[in-house]
């Protein structure tokens, strides 16, 4: 596997561009666009919060009742959820603006949408968006990353990655953006994701790839434990690599699936270190445990943890919030037999042994915890299974940036 520039015009015959449609947001980009030359095999995996925004709903039907896709169409600023039959009505307005300007099918068009919940999107700049973004479509990574810059609300930062494979013969190229910043808790994913492949693979082999992939990489990020209602994580795939067709599960399949699993990894773990008000991105990483199922329980119950997080921004080595955090989570294990350490790289110590604490200097403790990227690793001394769930630390600035959101 080799990492390469880029992300969602990396791979052959994907376009994409940007636009200042003033959504909401004013002197920056806030719409997207992601075009494929020829039409896609699609999957897609959803929110699994009840209350569904429109775009959510929309794409849901393109996924799973239609052959292919061939564009992508996000804006930024306002979410389109909880707007009605008035707001799906704007998926379908939107898919037909640009189904008329790209010469595409109107069902081949995926919405996205994300920002403030209840207030419905303008759709004649939305419209507007559409047609001054057609004509700049490019292939170039520049343009993929205008696209990447134009789906932030809060996020500090632009979220991108690419990587190239060999298939049959043939290079086959992955790239992927993605935003996601407050509002981060995992069940399915936990923001937008838009990933784009040249591969040739089966719409049933895509999907499973995705489906399965979601459950280590979004499925493990938690910023603030609260599940959007936006939550869409799109995969298209054009086959212009022309690669063997991937139909089943083989060393092709795999290979194919550990790109897709490096660039929804890098991904995840820069929504979380891009939390918020977030100073650090905190991994939590739970070894020698009994089964997959128990480590995953563990690591984002501590993840999750306020109190935890809290203590991550404050670079101190409070690790009885993280042995309580372990407790509450409702899986079974002795506590008396835990290993506790803390790792960056300012280095790794070792805080608690069999559920006690060892004597450990606080000041190295703080060193390491004053890291841009700290990792807890807990061993529950149980058996081989491992999980690692990433979040952030918790700050003053989350709270005031949601405090004010909506002004």
């Keep these: 596997m080799k990492i390469i520039e880029g992300g969602v015009t990396a791979a052959k015959g994907f376009k994409a561009a940007a636009a200042a449609a003033e959504i909401k947001y004013k002197g920056r980009t806030d719409m997207a666009m992601v075009y494929s030359e020829v039409p896609c095999v699609a999957a897609g995996t959803f929110t699994t919060n009840v209350v569904k925004a429109a775009p959510v709903k929309w794409d849901q039907d393109i996924v799973y009742n239609h052959p ?76 993929g990353t205008e696209a990447a810059r134009a789906i932030m609300t809060t996020d500090t930062k632009k979220k991108e990655v690419a ?38 693979i089966s ?13 280590d990489t979004y499925n493990m990020v938690s910023v603030d434990g609260d599940t959007s209602t936006n939550d869409t994580v799109l995969l298209l795939a054009n086959g212009l690599a022309e690669n063997p067709e991937i139909t089943e599960k083989g060393e092709d399949y795999q290979t194919f699936k550990a790109a897709l699993n490096y660039i929804n990894t890098t991904l995840a773990k820069k929504i979380a270190g891009d939390g918020e008000g977030a100073t650090a991105l905190f991994e939590v990483k739970i070894i020698g445990a009994e089964s997959k199922e128990q480590a995953v329980t563990l690591s984002k119950s501590v993840v999750t943890s306020s109190l935890t997080k809290a203590a991550i921004y404050g670079h101190d ?64 001394k149980m058996g081989d299974a491992t999980a690692t769930a990433w979040g952030c630390d918790l700050t003053y600035d989350y709270v005031k940036i949601n405090a004010d959101y909506r002004s």
């Excluded at 719409?203 to 459950?215: F, G, I």
């Design 317 to 380: 080595a409070n690790w009885g919030r993280i042995l309580c955090a372990m407790g509450y989570s409702g899986a079974k294990f002795d506590p008396e037999k835990v290993d506790l350490f803390f790792e960056s790289k300012a280095g790794k110590i070792q805080i608690i042994e069999n559920g006690v604490a060892v004597d450990y200097s606080e000041e190295e403790a703080t060193k390491i915890l004053s890291e841009e990227a700290v990792t807890a690793i807990a061993d529950v």
């Design 203 to 215: 719409k049933k082999m895509l999907q499973e790839a995705l489906s399965e992939d979601v459950k």
């Design 68 to 143: 292919s896709a061939q564009v992508v169409i996000c804006n930024s600023g306002i979410a389109n959820a909880c707007t009605g039959a008035e707001g799906y009505g704007y998926c379908k307005e939107t898919a037909d603006a640009a189904a008329e300007i790209l010469g595409v099918a109107a069902d081949s068009v995926l919405v996205a949408s994300t920002g403030v919940i209840g207030m419905q999107v303008p759709i004649d700049r939305i419209k507007n968006g559409v047609k001054m973004m057609a004509p700049k479509l490019d292939g170039s990574l520049e343009a």
């Design 163 to 200: 990587v190239q494979i060999e298939i049959g013969g043939k290079t086959v190229t992955v790239g992927g953006m993605c935003k996601g910043s407050g509002m981060i808790h995992p069940n399915m994913c936990t923001m937008l994701g838009f990933v784009t492949t040249d591969a040739k």
